[in-house]
């Protein structure tokens, strides 16, 4: 039966459209310019990802293979493979069990909270590891999370090892000890359980996560009206928590890329967001050395243009600086191939945990106080690093090293406290560098 190719060619500009394009067909094309798809990409229905020299993946409704035999361009359909090469993975039920038992195990630094449940029933799970992890401290708070695309499975299998090594080597290596004393680490294995069973990159209700997100190019307000379920869960998880640093885990290619990616302004902490990809990178001499990215990093939109993405919004609406890295070529390396990428992956996951400590804020003791602090880096020069809502009585920015005034302003008062602050790199303070305020 012939298939009716049913883009709406008419409707091409709408950005509202593309942050409900519908995933059903997932393809490689082996080109390495996404123009020769042009007519698909000005329907605003369909996702490029990965663009390299070697081809680009490409996202949509059911009729894009159809509509590229019309065009006789070749493609390969990557659910085929993804049915091979995932057969020996552990199901999301197996990753949880895994998680169980580590809780289990390493019940005075770690906690498993569930932040609810995928389209599908599943739990979306996230390890707490820090000291008195039942507690909820003043200490800066770091997150990692991986595999919104459900097919891009390298990173929940690293997740899962990185918590088993921090476990096991509490106690006894400095650094992973020193990190977990003063830190609280969130760490979510798999934003996308539903995806990863089914073997494809959407959600159960064929939406791709990282385009479901606000984006500050078309969204006023950071709202969940109308996003999907795990985008819900994750938007209400970071606006209940005080992150400041984060990491969320792709494949597909191998690179650190940083912010911004859906605009190509500068970001207003670009050398920071650079140096702290390059120290990831640095870390891993396959990123390092890659030919297709120098040095292992790429700015976001220089690369290919995300709307709604995870990374732009953590920062514009939370003040959470946050990298998005790629952690393998394939997809779906074969299982067996996992411990080598964990070996390549692992010195930068510990690096960039600890680069949280490069940043200061400021902790009140009254309880319940939210207000706003302008901060002002002071060193070299007087440079105006913008005003930030803060809520909890608490607040913390990661931030180039040098001498910073934190002015802070309670609400419902007009007197403004000002702080001197200084961030240094490579220390870590006990319980993070706060200042007390009264
Ligand atoms: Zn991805």
Redesign the pocket.
Known sequence: MKLRFVFPLLAISTLVQAAQVKIQEELFVPASNPEIVRDLIETGTVVI?HVSSEGFELYGPTGIAQYLDSKNIVYLDMKEINNKAFADYPSSMQIEAKLQELVQKYPKIMRLESIGKSTNGKDLWVMKISDNPGVDEVEPEFKYISSM?GD?ITGRELMVTLIEEMGSKYGSDRTISELINNTEIYIMPSMNPDGSDLKQRANAKWTDL?RNFPDMTRDSESSPKGRQIETQLVMKFQGERQFALSANF?G?AVVANYPWDSKYDVHPLNDLVVELSQGYANLNAGMKNSREFHGGITNGAEWYIVRGGMQDWSYVWHNDLQITVELSDKKWPPYREIPGFYQDNRDSLVYFMGEIHRGAGFKISRQGVSGTVAIKQVNGGTRDLGSYAFRGSEFYKVLPEGDYLFSVKENGSQTVNTLSLKVEKNVVRSNGNYISLF
Do not use: A, L, M, T
């Open positions: 990802d695309h891009e990282n792709h597909g």
